[in-house]
T-cell receptor, first 114, second 116 residues
Framework: GNSVTQMEGPVTLSEEAFLTINCTYTATGYPSLFWYVQYPGEGLQLLLKATKADDKGSNKGFEATYRKETTSFHLEKGSVQVSDSAVYFC?????????????FGSGTQLTVLP | EAGVVQSPRYKIIEKKQPVAFWCNPI?????LYWYRQNLGQGPELLIR????????DSQLPKDRFSAERLKGVDSTLKIQPAELGDSAVYLC??????????????FGPGTRLTVT
């Protein structure tokens, strides 16, 4: 079956540091890949997505590239802010271009210190 | 535009008691999902509705869990009787399906259930 493995947290960084959160996946076929963010007390929000190999998703300074050869979708940001403190979830869908069935990783807690 | 609304936000009950959660999806969204999120884990799908039909309930523990989506709008998830292991956050999400394609899922804030 499908699965997503995320870098274990928590991750603590200083403001303006570089962020990488690793995500690898196992899936049959050609899934779409997503990063969701969950701020304290709120629901999950879609941060970015990529629907096919070599696609780069980007939003709010975050980026992730769909690497089929390494089955990875690592999240990066060049300069984090205190407001980026949240839990980040990597996820995949079970069919290209569809969000029919999402499989999530276990989440990575990020804390950014001023 | 209002997002996905869930209530209550928090619920504490004793084991063996019943509990119900309510979800109102984004207006116009015909697909609704219930997820369970255990502490330190990602959400896991319990059930997916398309309009009023449950099209995927394979992960729903049917001995104690039930759900309904009358009229294809809001939905209720019930647990009866609750067990200690049911303590989790229950998330509702909705999306729009058109011509066989499902668009982005929007999540509500969740209901945090504590069973004592």
């Amino acid at each position: 079956g499908n699965s997503v493995t995320q870098m274990e947290g928590p991750v603590t960084l200083s403001e303006e540091a570089f962020l990488t959160i690793n995500c690898t996946y196992t899936a049959t076929g050609y899934p779409s890949l997503f990063w969701y963010v969950q701020y304290p007390g709120e629901g999950l929000q879609l941060l970015l997505k990529a629907t096919k190999a070599d696609d780069k998703g980007s939003n709010k300074g975050f980026e992730a590239t769909y690497r089929k050869e390494t089955t990875s979708f690592h999240l990066e940001k060049g300069s984090v802010q205190v407001s980026d403190s949240a839990v980040y979830f990597c996820a995949l869908s079970d069919r290209t271009g569809s969000a029919r069935q999402l499989t999530f990783g276990s989440g990575t807690q990020l804390t950014v210190l001023p | 535009e209002a997002g996905v609304v869930q209530s209550p936000r928090y619920k504490i009950i004793e084991k063996k008691q019943p509990v119900a959660f309510w979800c109102n999806p984004i207006s116009g969204h015909n697909t609704l999902y219930w997820y369970r999120q255990n502490l330190g884990q990602g959400p896991e799908l319990l059930i997916r509705y398309e309009n009023e039909e449950a099209v995927d309930d394979s992960q729903l523990p049917k001995d104690r869990f039930s759900a309904e989506r009358l009229k294809g709008v809001d939905s209720t998830l019930k647990i009866q009787p609750a067990e200690l292991g049911d303590s989790a956050v229950y998330l509702c999400a909705s999306s729009f399906r058109e011509s066989g394609r499902l668009y982005e899922q929007y999540f509500g804030p969740g209901t945090r259930l504590t069973v004592t």
